[in-house]
T-cell receptor, first 115, second 114 residues
Framework: KAGVTQTPRYLIKTRGQQVTLSCSPI?????VSWYQQTPGQGLQFLFE???????NKGNFPGRFSGRQFSNSRSEMNVSTLELGDSALYLC??????????????FGSGTRLTVV | AQSVAQPEDQVNVAEGNPLTVKCTYS??????LFWYVQYPNRGLQFLLK??????LVKGSYGFEAEFNKSQTSFHLKKPSALVSDSALYFC????????????FGKGTRLSVIA
């Protein structure tokens, strides 16, 4: 079966612009989490969604937002981009929030570069 | 708040030698512990987990990890390293109580030298 699909794979944006990243979880998975990966900070938790509801939010400014649709696909949006937002954004899915205890499945990520 | 520490940014080991990648954690309640591996330009792949039961857990590709509650550690080990094991390894934890996200360490880069 298809894995977690993240689009686009690469993005280059200019400071001040906004960007939307998409994640399609594995079929049947209804829980989606987003992480930001940077070389110095490792993986930092952004959001978790389940059945269109945000269950958890990490310690990021309000410029970072997300949502989940009825088909479990999720999007995250970053407004007023800053150079420091350059990172690999990873999406992970599981059947339910509890089943993350048995391991997430990660997508390959979207590499965002802000210039 | 829960947290994970991976004290080594880089671990170098000769092929055929045993390897250890260290991880310590802090969490409320009982921990759920995980190791993931990341190859270049890829997402993370699940290696193994500790939920409950035996302190020594075995995972993919010959890796294992030992849960030590008193030392709050969950070190990743492999008896004989392969060059193909070279990658970035992440330890992660979440507490068993409450609605808490999975928290990752900063990662340890493993280089296995032929």
């Amino acid at each position: 079966k298809a894995g977690v699909t993240q689009t686009p794979r690469y993005l280059i944006k200019t400071r001040g612009q906004q960007v939307t990243l998409s994640c399609s979880p594995i079929s049947g998975h209804r829980s989606v989490s987003w992480y930001q990966q940077t070389p110095g900070q490792g993986l930092q938790f952004l959001f978790e969604y389940f059945s269109e509801t945000q269950r958890n939010k990490g310690n990021f400014p309000g410029r970072f937002s997300g949502r989940q649709f009825s088909n479990s696909r999720s999007e995250m949006n970053v407004s007023t981009l800053e150079l420091g937002d350059s990172a690999l954004y990873l999406c992970a899915s599981s059947h339910t929030p509890d089943s993350r205890n048995y391991g997430y499945t990660f997508g390959s990520g979207t590499r965002l570069t802000v210039v | 708040a829960q947290s994970v520490a991976q004290p080594e940014d880089q671990v170098n080991v000769a092929e055929g030698n045993p390897l250890t990648v260290k991880c310590t954690y802090s969490v409320s309640g009982n921990p759920y512990l995980f190791w993931y591996v990341q190859y270049p330009n890829r997402g993370l792949q699940f290696l193994l987990k500790y939920i409950t039961g035996d302190n020594l857990v075995k995972g993919s590709y010959g890796f294992e990890a030992e849960f030590n509650k008193s030392q709050t550690s969950f070190h990743l080990k492999k008896p004989s390293a392969l060059v193909s094991d070279s990658a970035l390894y992440f330890c992660a934890v979440r507490g068993s109580s409450g609605n808490t996200p999975l928290v990752f360490g900063k990662g340890t880069r493993l280089s296995v030298i032929a």
